[in-house]
Structures are given as structure tokens and as C-alpha cells.
């Protein structure tokens, strides 16, 4: 009996892996240029840190996770998110000891929900997020909204919305909170029961019900604008006046809350507006996390970063009918005729691969023209033909597949003609 791949995953085959590459090119490239290092955690940890950090009553805690427990009789989760192991790390690491401060990181790897699959939604999903900790200027906030949209640039992207939003730091989300209660309460039992147990403990939370989100009283709840402190409003100012500056057009949404605890002051969403995108139409999302360090441990040192997935990406992308511009022409492929020349086929290819260039031969004992329809197939820009003549002559015939030009050449200089021709092209 086979066994089929489990539910919520996906193979990411040759043809299509080509493309996922080819975005994390891109998006490693910009974090160099931004100077974010690449910072890799493990692929589970001790569910304690994401109870603890990304929140008891959210989603991912409540239902999401896949925990197990070891034969050593430990609970370990997959990691549903990256921020709480790249905080982890930086407390037990103590990054906040370093003199380059903030300390700029990005990771890209496997995460793990156990959600509803559709389109869009996997139950293991590749998060590429970024965090900038230990500084509470405005202008990383700025910076790492402008990372994530020159990302989305590079890949040819431009239906893209951003949504932003404040919730305050400790005292404007505490007057926030109360107001949000006195909101609610009179009318929550006709609320879902996750959004009743939320309402003491974390009625933020409530904005975000899919449930209950058609209720009267979501439309008229207080908004985090409104109690937000002088501090608070300052710093968000001053956060879309360095937006405006950068050109980054943003709308802002004062219920945009996120799913996840420990956010504060900015938050944020990309969404796609392509037509045909689907239902789930959030490309990315990320905040401000002050407090986070501090609660694991560390120093209060501040921060923020994001994370999209690139399954996503690659969704938005194929929704707007972006043009990939992959190359996977093969530089040259070594055609040999007789025992002899195919066995010397064996070490010539090697030289070729040495230096860089492409190369590929027959390994199903074809018979010449086969292996010109192979190399056809994978498009070779040149074809070395060798035969028992030519290998006693010590020479190669090079033909190049887009003019029919042939030349006779010696063989010890394949390499050399290849690599020039090679970048006349
Ligand atoms: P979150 O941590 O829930 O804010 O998610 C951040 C980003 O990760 C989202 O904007 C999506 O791009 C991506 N994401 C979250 N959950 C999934 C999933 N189940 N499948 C694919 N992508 C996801």
C-alpha cells in the first residue's frame, strides 16, 4: 500500500523549486543590503516558549500546535512561528552584549500549524521574517516595512496593499483594555465562546474573531487611536511621517490587532489585491514587540520585525501574472561516440564543472542522436562531440545550438573556448 504525502503539505518539485530560489535570492540579497544576518533556530523547542511568549489565548496556542512529547518525557512543539525562538536566541545568546545594536537578523525555514487546509493555508508553511531588536527609533520600524516592500518589489509584485496600525505601548493598551470590556460586556453571551473566556483575559483579542466578526458591537468598538498616550502617538506619527518619506503608500486600520500576544505600537499587514488571489488575501504581517526580551529573560530591549510566507509570495505572484525570468538553459552537453570516448567523457565533464560552467553528459547508454535529443531537452547552449577519431587527435568538435556553427578545436582548450564563448553570450 503507498503512502500519500500528509495533508496541509506540500512537494516543492523540480521546475517549481526554481522559482522558490530564486525568492530567497531575492530576499537575501536585500537583507544584505539592509545588513540583516541570517540567524537559524531549531525546528521545535520547548512548547513552554510559545505558550509563554506568543500567548495562551491566541489561535496558535490554543489549537494550532503540534506538540509531542519526547522519550525523555519533555513537551516540544514544532515551531508555529519564528519570533519567539529568534528572541530565545538573543536572549541566550546575549546578543544585547554586542556592540551593533539593534541587532538585525532574518530567518527562512519550515513552520508549523495545524489549521484548515485551503488554498493558501498549509499546516507546514516557509516563513521568511526578519527582527530588528534593541532599538525603539522609529525609523527601524520604517526600515523594516521598507525590507519586506522592496522584497515584494523585486519579485515583480504590485498589487500590494499596506495596512498599518498602533497599539500603543503598556498604558494606552491597558485604558484600551478597559474600554474594550465596557464595550463588550453587557452583550457577550451572544458572542462565540472563545471570544466570552477572551473578554477578561485578553479582549483585544476579540477584534480578531472570525466568528463574531459580523456582530453590531465589533463595528462600533473603541478604536486603539483613540486612547492612545502622547508617547504613543508621537512615535506612530513619526513612523508614517518616515513612510511618506520613503514613498511607501499605507492606509491605516485602527482594528488591525494581529493574532499573536506580544505586539505593541506598530503592527502591520501586507495584503494582495490581485484578482483570483483567493479568500486568504494577507501576504505578510509583523509589529513591535517591546517587552518580549525582557519577558524571556533578557534586558528590556525593544523590537520588531515581520514574516511572509513564501508560499504566498508565490501565490501573489502567480495571480498577477508576473514573468519569471528563469534560466536553466544547460551550458554545454558532451555527446561522445564509442566505449573510449565515453569513458574520457567522464573526467572532461569534471574539468568543465570545475570551472563553473554547466555541463552534463549521457549516463543511459544512448545512442548518438538520443543523446542530441537529450541534450535538445534540456536546451545546451553548446554540444562537445566527442569520437574515437577526435580523441586520438586530441581534439573536440564544439558546435554551438543557436547559430549550427561548428569548430573543430583541441581538447585540452574546451574549457577555455567554452568559457569565453560562454560569456560573449
Ligand atoms: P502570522 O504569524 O499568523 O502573522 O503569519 C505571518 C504570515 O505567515 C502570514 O501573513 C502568511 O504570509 C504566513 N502564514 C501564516 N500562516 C500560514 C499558513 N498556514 N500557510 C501559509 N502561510 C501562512
Known amino acids: 500500500m503507498s503512502v500519500n504525502i500528509p495533508r496541509g503539505t506540500q512537494d516543492i518539485l523540480p521546475g517549481t523549486v526554481e522559482k522558490w530560489q530564486r525568492l530567497e535570492r531575492i530576499a537575501t540579497d536585500i537583507c544584505r543590503t539592509y545588513q540583516y544576518k541570517e540567524i537559524r533556530t531549531p525546528i521545535f523547542e520547548h512548547t513552554e516558549l510559545f505558550q509563554r511568549n506568543v500567548g495562551n489565548t491566541t489561535d496558535i496556542v490554543q489549537k494550532e500546535m503540534y506538540t509531542f512529547t519526547d522519550r525523555g518525557d519533555r513537551s516540544l512543539t514544532l515551531r508555529p512561528e519564528g519570533t519567539a525562538a529568534v528572541v530565545r536566541s538573543f536572549v541566550e545568546n546575549k546578543m544585547y552584549g554586542d556592540p551593533n545594536q539593534p541587532v538585525k537578523l532574518y530567518y527562512n525555514g519550515p513552520m508549523f500549524r495545524y489549521e484548515r487546509p485551503q488554498s493558501g493555508r498549509y499546516r507546514q508553511f516557509v516563513q521568511f521574517g526578519v527582527e530588528a531588536i534593541g532599538s525603539e527609533d522609529p525609523a527601524i520600524d520604517a526600515e523594516v516595512l521598507s525590507l519586506v516592500m ?16 498602533s497599539l500603543g505601548d503598556q498604558e494606552s493598551r491597558q485604558a484600551h483594555r478597559e474600554a474594550l470590556i465596557n464595550h463588550f460586556e453587557p452583550q457577550i453571551g451572544e458572542f462565540c465562546e472563545d471570544c466570552q473566556s477572551r473578554l477578561e483575559k485578553n479582549p483585544l483579542r476579540i477584534l480578531d474573531c472570525k466568528k463574531d466578526r459580523e456582530h453590531e458591537l ?203 564563448k560562454l560569456e560573449a553570450k
Not at 407 to 417: F, N
Open 150 to 165: 522592496d522584497i515584494y518589489r523585486a519579485a515583480g509584485l504590485k498589487k500590494i496593499e499596506l495596512v498599518v496600525n
Open 218 to 420: 465589533m463595528k462600533t468598538a473603541p478604536s486603539i487611536l483613540d486612547y492612545l498616550n502622547d508617547y504613543s502617538r508621537t512615535y506612530f506619527e513619526k513612523v508614517q511621517s518616515y513612510l511618506t518619506a520613503l514613498d511607501i503608500p499605507f492606509t491605516i486600520d485602527p482594528t488591525l490587532v494581529r493574532g499573536l500576544d506580544y505586539y505593541n505600537h506598530t503592527a502591520f499587514e501586507i495584503m494582495s489585491s490581485a484578482e483570483g488571489f483567493g479568500a486568504i488575501t494577507t501576504l505578510c504581517g509583523g509589529g513591535r514587540y517591546n517587552g518580549l526580551v525582557s519577558q524571556m529573560g533578557g534586558p528590556d530591549a525593544p523590537g520588531i520585525g515581520f514574516a511572509f510566507s513564501m508560499e504566498r509570495l508565490l501565490a501573489a505572484i502567480e495571480a498577477e501574472g508576473v514573468e519569471w525570468q528563469t534560466d536553466d538553459r544547460l551550458d554545454c552537453y558532451l555527446v561522445s561516440v564509442g566505449e573510449k570516448a565515453k569513458d574520457y567523457t567522464v573526467k572532461l565533464l569534471h574539468d568543465l564543472r570545475l570551472e563553473g560552467i554547466e555541463a552534463e553528459r549521457d549516463y543511459q547508454n544512448r545512442k548518438v542522436k538520443a543523446q542530441f535529443k537529450a541534450a535538445d531537452r534540456v536546451q545546451a547552449r553548446f554540444v562537445a562531440v566527442l569520437g574515437e577519431d577526435e580523441l586520438e587527435q586530441n581534439k573536440i568538435n564544439l558546435k554551438d545550438m543557436e547559430t549550427g556553427e561548428q569548430e573543430e578545436i583541441p581538447l585540452d582548450e574546451l574549457t577555455s573556448t567554452l568559457l569565453k
